[in-house]
Each structure stands twice: as C-alpha cells, then as structure tokens.
Nanobody, 126 residues
Framework: QVQLVESGGGLVQAGGSLRLSCAAS????????MGWFRQAPGKERVFVAA?????????YYAASVKGRFTISRDNAKNTVYLQMSSLKPEDTAVYYC??????????????????WGQGTQVTVSS
C-alpha cells in the first residue's frame, strides 16, 4: 500500500508560480514512476507530467505545460515536485499525483497508475 499526500496548491495571479509537492509513504519511493494529473470542473482528469523511477532521468510533459512546468523527485525525501511557472487561468484545476509500479518510464494514461493522492486545488486568477 502506498499513501500519497499533495500540498502547495493555492490562489495565484496569472503569470505567477507555485510549487506542488507530493509526499509518499508505504513502499520504496524510488521503485515507482510518478505522475501529475489535473482535473478541471466538469472535465476529465488529464496528464500533466511524469518522471521515471530510480534517478528520474526521464521526464514527460503535456504539450500544454511544456516549457512552463518542471517535474522532479527527491528520493531521499520520498517526494515528487511540480514547479509551475507562467501560470494561466486555464491551469486552474485540482492537481493529483499518482504512482505507477509497472512501468520504468512515465505514462500519460490515467489507467496505468496504481495509487493516487487526494488532490490539491490550484486557482489562477486573470
């Protein structure tokens, strides 16, 4: 069993920055791929970014956030981060972190992930 707890969400003006954190517990953190997804009201949950297991040498981003968001992991702290910059109102959503035990590299498919956090709200005002 794995527990994931997100933090760092909040209200920010367009053009601003936020850093989300996801603290994991329950299994060896470095052994699983981590991803961030987001869900806006009335919409499906969609992929944002993913980072490979172990050293996190491979990262993947949705086209909508590439160049603005950065995913990273600190295995010593059992934590994955999502640094968000140049935020836009359309980035407003609940952001979820997720863990995938089966794949070495990241996945953009919701169904590939085994555990999910409870989510943290990010609101970007115009």
């Amino acid at each position: 069993q794995v527990q994931l707890v997100e933090s760092g969400g909040g209200l920010v003006q367009a053009g601003g920055s936020l850093r989300l954190s996801c603290a994991a517990s329950g299994r060896t953190f470095s052994s699983y791929t981590m991803g961030w997804f987001r869900q806006a009201p009335g919409k499906e949950r969609v992929f944002v970014a993913a980072i490979s297991r172990n050293s996190g040498g491979s990262t993947y981003y949705a086209a909508s956030v590439k160049g603005r968001f950065t995913i990273s992991r600190d295995n010593a702290k059992n934590t994955v981060y999502l640094q968000m910059s140049s935020l836009k109102p359309e980035d407003t959503a609940v952001y979820y972190c997720a863990a995938d035990f089966d794949r070495i590299l990241g996945s953009d498919y919701v169904g590939d992930y085994d555990y999910w956090g409870q989510g943290t709200q990010v609101t970007v005002s115009s």
